[in-house]
Structure formats: structure tokens, C-alpha cells
């Protein structure tokens, strides 16, 4: 067997140390120093190539037809049990491929991924998880399994194909599902996993690289798909070096406000399904419920009408929904007029009031705005823009808009209203709610226009 060393590479210029310091000699630059693995190359005529998909190790020839029939036998997906997450990963979650799962300390990242498990084993009676737990007891995974399925003969037989793990060493973690085989398997988190063949602490950028291309390529050999639960930055970026990133198939977010119920379960990375699908899910203490009807979190009955409020007709995905935009426009006493929004990007916010300036002759540079998405979710679709602009006239003139009235465009910098994709099927979908009227590019070219 090669022997194993670790040195330090660093990140910038790919110069190898023999020990850390501070300062890469090669490129000059600070703190990019990363422990790595580094194997001693084999004496000549000795040792095996690097595995490949389709062998064990020896280099191999197949046919095309063969890697057809591959395709169609990893592309197999496990449904979840819960459609809003299987939504998001297109149908369900591939045999073999590998999640990460981001989202801020107490979004439900692990409630979530617990009642998937717990879903998964009470539809399938033949299917196994191994959840490994770094961060929690097996007590505490207990009591939370039991708010979920609850005490009964049958969440007894289910929690028997239930596996838990408590050990942060990958390298057991690996033996452990070589030997049992469980059908799916979830570390919480990758974070707090590490290798003996590092110096470095659980969750340093080494430990985290190395600890993550192992369980990948368990993962591939033994064709188990795996949840890796990933801690983020204060920026809301996930933890870790980028490479984690890279080497997984699915990065799965979870956004929503902790004091509220609202999750939202968005794909930012899908090599086998779509990125743009949204998943609405509401945290309870007996675990997730799925939202069929986003109309009853983005729509507040009591506001609509009143000034300052409008309804977006916005798609996530391949499924158009109705939201409400609420803005308030107040006399500010301040050099500078404060522009505060939840749910909306400011910069889109600081562009959207620049149009209005500009072209029609409503002033905006004495008042203090503040702009809403009704759920507090982050809407990436730019048909939101002709909505905003509809609240922040109604609000500064202090005139309600129609009840069935439904705005879908995007605005351009020189003030016109442009077609967004898949407008037919939004259309259709905002007749069958009931809304009389949907103003969208094709009856309306320009700011101005709206505003007479």
C-alpha cells in the first residue's frame, strides 16, 4: 500500500509546503495554506490505477449500449414522501448521488431531513437510513422522531431500519454503511466530521474537503444517495472551502424566517433536475407540513385594496403563484431618506424608485420608503418589478388599486414595461384564481403609462 503524508497546498498558486506557515513563499499571499493528502507514488510495476465508474480499478472499454444501460440504472430516483422536497430535486433523489443541505442554525435543517427519513422507511418497508449524528444524541434524535410518527406498533417497526451513528470519524462512518448497506444515509454535519490521516481540527477547510470526497465516492461505489447537512457563513454562504461545492451533485437551501413557520427549499445546484423549483413547506412542532396554496401565506385578504398594496403574478419554477407587494412612503426628516425592504433586494428597490423619478413626476428624494414581500421570501423573478412599481405609486399618490387587478413585468432603465417567459401559462393560472384583470407588457408599454 502507498504511503500516506500530508502536506500544505496552497490554495492560490498550488505551491506545496512540507508544514504550515502563515505566508506562501511561492505567491506572497496570507492564510491560504491547506492541509492535504499526499500519497507516495508506487514502485514502478506495482500498485493499481485509480478506480473508474465502471470498473474496479483496472482501466476498461465499454461500449456505448453499456453506458446507456448505466445511465438508465443510476438515474433511479427514491421519492421522499414529502412532494414539496421531491419538487425541488425533480421527482425525487437519485440512487447514488450526494446533497449538501444549507441553511441558518435552527431553519430546520434537521427536522426536515429527519421526517424525509422517517417518510422513506414508512413507504418503504424494505428500506433502511443510517443517520449519522455529529452535533446531537441519539436521545435528542429520538425525541424528535417521536414529535414526528409519534408512539405506536407501527413507528416501532419503522424506527427498527432506523440506524443511529454518533461518531464524528469519517473513516468508521464508511465502515459502518460498508457493512450494513443502509438505502440512504444522512451526516449532521459535515462540519463535524475529520480523518486521523489530518493534523487539522473538525471542520478546517482539509478536514472538510477530504472528509466530504470520501463519502462522494462511497456514495458512487455502493450507489447510496446522501444528505450532507452544511453549516453557513454570517453572510449566508455555506461554510467550507468551495471545492465542497463543486464535488457534490445537489446544494439544497433552506430559507425562511426562524421566528416564523415558513420554510422555503430552494436547488442551486441540480446535475438531475431543474434549479429554478421552489419548495413551501410550514415548521410545526410535529415536524413539516407541505403548502399546496401558496395563496394563503403571500396573500394577506385584509390588505388588498388599500394603498400601497399590489399582487405580483411571479413563477418559481414551473408553478406561477400570486404575491402580495405592500410599500409605505413617509415624509423623512433625513439628509439622505432611508430605503428599507423584506423580501426584495434594496438595490432593485434603490433602480425601481430611479425609474419613477425619471419619468414620470412623482419625487421620491423626500420620503422614507419601505418595501415588503408578504411571507418574507426572496423572489428572484423579475416580473415582481411592475408590482413594486404599482405599490410605490399607489402609496405615494394614497390611491388603492382593483382587488382583481395582477401585475406581471419587468421594468427596464428607461422606464419600459418589458414580457417576461411563460406569461401564457401565468395569464391562465390568475384567470383560474379569479382575477379579472392582468396587466402585463401587452397592455401596458411604459411607467408612465401606469401612472395615468
Known amino acids: 500500500m502507498a504511503k500516506m503524508k500530508t502536506v500544505y497546498i496552497c490554495e492560490n498558486c498550488g505551491a506545496e509546503h512540507p508544514r504550515w506557515q502563515g505566508q506562501c513563499s511561492q505567491c506572497g499571499e496570507w492564510n491560504t495554506l491547506v492541509e492535504s493528502i499526499k500519497s507516495a507514488p508506487p514502485a514502478k510495476g506495482l500498485g493499481r490505477p485509480r478506480a473508474t465508474l465502471y470498473g474496479d480499478g483496472d482501466a476498461v472499454i465499454v461500449s456505448a449500449k453499456e453506458v446507456k444501460d448505466r445511465q438508465q440504472q443510476d438515474s433511479q ?35 426536515i431531513l429527519t421526517q424525509m427519513a422517517v417518510k422513506i422507511l414508512i413507504d418503504k418497508e424494505k428500506i433502511s437510513v443510517m443517520y449519522v449524528a455529529g452535533e446531537e444524541s441519539p436521545v435528542q434524535i429520538s425525541q424528535r422522531i417521536e414529535r414526528i410518527v409519534g408512539q ?55 478536514q472538510i474537503r477530504e472528509t466530504t470526497s470520501r463519502l462522494v465516492a462511497q456514495a458512487k461505489r455502493l450507489n447510496i444517495p446522501t444528505f450532507l447537512v452544511g453549516h453557513v457563513t454570517k453572510e449566508g454562504d455555506i461554510a467550507g472551502p468551495k471545492v465542497l461545492e463543486h464535488i457534490v451533485d445537489t446544494i439544497i437551501e433552506i430559507n425562511g ?59 418559481e419554477g414551473s408553478r406561477p403563484m400570486v404575491v402580495e407587494v405592500q410599500a409605505l412612503t413617509v415624509s ?26 425619471k419619468y414620470t413626476k412623482l419625487r421620491f428624494d423626500n420620503v422614507d420608503v419601505f418595501a415588503n414581500v408578504v411571507g418574507d421570501v426572496d423572489f428572484k423573478d423579475p416580473a415582481i418589478d411592475l408590482a413594486i412599481i404599482a405599490a410605490l405609486m399607489s402609496s405615494k399618490q394614497g390611491k388603492p388599486l382593483g382587488k382583481n387587478v395582477v401585475y406581471c413585468g419587468e421594468i427596464g432603465l428607461l422606464g419600459e414595461v418589458r414580457r417576461v417567459r411563460q406569461l401564457e401559462k401565468r395569464v391562465k393560472e390568475a384567470k383560474r384564481l379569479g382575477y379579472k384583470q392582468v396587466v402585463t407588457a401587452t397592455n401596458l408599454n411604459t411607467v408612465q403609462d401606469l401612472v395615468k
Not at 97 to 107: E, H, K, M, N, R
Not at 278 to 300: A, K, M, W
Not at 332 to 357: C, D, E, F, M, Y
Request: zero cysteines.
Open 152 to 206: 405506536s406498533a407501527k413507528s416501532n417497526q419503522v424506527l427498527e431500519r432506523l440506524w443511529l451513528v454518533t461518531t464524528t470519524d469519517v473513516d468508521q462512518v464508511v465502515n459502518m454503511v460498508q457493512e450494513k448497506r443502509p438505502h440512504l444515509l444522512i451526516v449532521d454535519s459535515i462540519q463535524t466530521m475529520y480523518t486521523t490521516d489530518l493534523t487539522g481540527i473538525a471542520g478546517s477547510v482539509g
Open 332 to 357: 423623512s426628516s433625513l439628509p439622505t431618506p432611508r430605503r428599507v425592504s423584506r423580501g426584495l433586494n434594496v438595490s432593485k428597490l434603490h433602480l425601481l424608485i430611479a425609474v419613477l423619478q
Open 77 to 111: 430516483r427514491l421519492p421522499t414522501g414529502i412532494f414539496e422536497i421531491d419538487r425541488v430535486f425533480g421527482g425525487g433523489v437519485v440512487l447514488g448521488s450526494v446533497s449538501l443541505v444549507g441553511g441558518q442554525p435552527g431553519i430546520g435543517k434537521s427536522t
Open 257 to 315: 424566517d426562524r421566528t416564523g413557520e415558513l420554510r422555503v427549499v430552494r436547488s442551486l445546484k441540480n446535475r438531475f433536475g431543474p434549479t429554478d423549483e421552489v419548495g413551501l413547506l410550514r415548521l410545526t412542532t410535529d415536524g413539516v407540513e407541505e403548502i399546496t396554496n401558496p395563496g394563503e401565506v403571500f396573500l394577506e385578504e385584509k390588505t388588498i385594496g388599500q394603498p400601497g398594496s399590489a399582487l405580483a403574478l411571479v413563477m
